[in-house]
């Protein structure tokens, strides 16, 4: 199944609730036209998901392979697009490539 696909089955199981039948309309519509998604939508949507119980709901509805192909596009976009943080270091980092000979 591909990213379109799973906003369009989102957006048909959303009719009873209109702030993610919304946002999976927008999404859906960016995809139909060609557009590429931003993650911020789409995490968006998971997270509405889950606050009004769909995520839930198409838990028992589906099997979990049907569960798994219609939230994993969703998913795998949003963790190919969303930056990485940098890590912060200790304070007591030292490099290993600029320390002085015999540090380590």
């Not at 048909?12 to 960016?30: F, K, N, R, V």
């Amino acid at each position: 199944m591909n990213l379109q696909d799973a906003t369009l089955i989102v957006l048909t199981e959303a009719t009873a609730c209109p702030e993610l039948a919304s946002l999976a309309q927008s999404a859906y519509d960016e995809l139909a036209d060609g557009s590429e998604v931003s993650h911020e939508v789409l995490s968006e949507v998971i997270g509405t998901m889950s606050e009004k119980g769909v995520l839930s709901a198409l838990h028992s509805k589906y099997s979990a392979t049907a569960f798994d192909a219609i939230l994993m596009p969703i998913l795998t976009e949003i963790g190919e697009k969303r930056p990485v943080p940098a890590r912060p270091r200790p304070a007591d980092y030292v490099d290993p490539l600029t320390a002085p000979f015999g540090t380590f």
